[in-house]
């Protein structure tokens, strides 16, 4: 009588235990998930901000086009297109560009530094120079390649490759003053330096439905049996 009453008391509590295991289990699944997708929030976030650095000083480059009536040639236009270097630091290999024709260049456009270049004439009844074809590439302080459009986007230079007609996608410069910097510690001038983010945590797997309804099923067949036994031996 006293076998079966303590053979029913540890099934129950080994009922029990397997339980609280899989409950365990599955809440530590959830947890990993959780501090997985933060963790990649975080590097998303990061990343974001490590171009958004990169693209600050070149986007302070601002290139606009004008226009003039012409003194000697009545009935025409004369065009001129202005680079204005409204950051800091100087940029370097300064160089305006029209339909792919080098028109004027700067070795460096100092800080505050201004360029005109004067474009092609033409009627002042007719079309102004296209904004698409005038264009002014730069070298930024850190050292990257940039062609800022008239049309005011910005072009990366493809790096990697000796073509000089290499030019990435354009991309919109930045408008208005950068967020605070999301890592501590930054240096000196509010510039952090890009942080090699570590892969997310890989989350344990999950146990399959199927199988924590198998354990649950069996839990209840132990109990029950238990529960049985207990009753037929004690009555």
């Known amino acids: 009588m006293i076998e079966v009453v303590i053979a029913v008391l540890g099934a129950v509590v080994g009922a029990s235990a397997l339980v609280v295991s899989i409950a365990g289990h599955r809440h530590n699944v959830r947890q990993a998930v959780r501090l997985?997708?933060?963790?990649?929030?975080?590097?998303?976030?990061?990343?974001?901000?490590?171009?958004r650095e990169k693209l600050i000083q070149s986007s302070l480059l601002h290139v606009t086009m004008g226009s003039s009536r012409s003194v000697l040639a009545d009935g025409?236009?004369?065009?001129?297109?202005?680079?204005?270097?409204?950051?800091?630091?100087?940029l370097v290999q300064v160089a305006v560009h029209y339909d792919g024709e080098r028109l004027d260049g700067r070795e460096i456009l100092p800080a505050g530094g201004r360029l005109?270049?004067?474009?092609?004439?033409?009627?002042?009844t007719g079309s102004p120079p296209s904004p698409l074809l005038c264009s002014v590439e730069f070298t930024?302080?850190?050292?990257?390649?940039?062609?800022?459009?008239a049309t005011g986007r910005l072009?990366?230079?493809?790096?990697?490759?000796?073509?000089?007609?290499?030019?990435?996608?354009?991309?919109?410069?930045?408008?208005?003053?950068?967020?605070?910097p999301l890592i501590s510690g930054s240096p000196a001038g509010?510039?952090?330096?890009?942080?090699?983010?570590?892969?997310?945590?890989?989350?344990?797997?999950?146990?399959?439905?199927?199988?924590?309804?198998?354990?649950?099923?069996?839990?209840?067949?132990?109990?029950a049996?238990?529960?049985?036994?207990?009753?037929?031996?004690m009555g």
Request: charge should be positive; avoid cysteine.
């Open 116 to 124: 005109t270049v004067g474009l092609p004439m033409t009627s002042a």
């Open 140 to 149: 930024d302080s850190s050292g990257n390649r940039w062609r800022r459009l």
């Open 36 to 51: 997985a997708e933060r963790e990649r929030r975080i590097e998303d976030r990061e990343r974001e901000a490590d171009q």
């Open 225 to 233: 049996a238990a529960v049985y036994l207990l009753v037929r031996y």
């Open 76 to 90: 025409y236009a004369r065009w001129h297109l202005e680079a204005v270097n409204t950051s800091n630091q100087p």
């Open 155 to 180: 072009q990366p230079w493809g790096t990697g490759t000796g073509d000089e007609t290499n030019w990435q996608p354009p991309v919109a410069p930045i408008v208005g003053p950068l967020p605070a």
């Open 190 to 223: 509010g510039a952090h330096a890009p942080r090699q983010g570590t892969p997310p945590p890989t989350p344990p797997r999950p146990l399959p439905t199927r199988a924590y309804r198998a354990a649950v099923a069996a839990v209840v067949v132990v109990v």
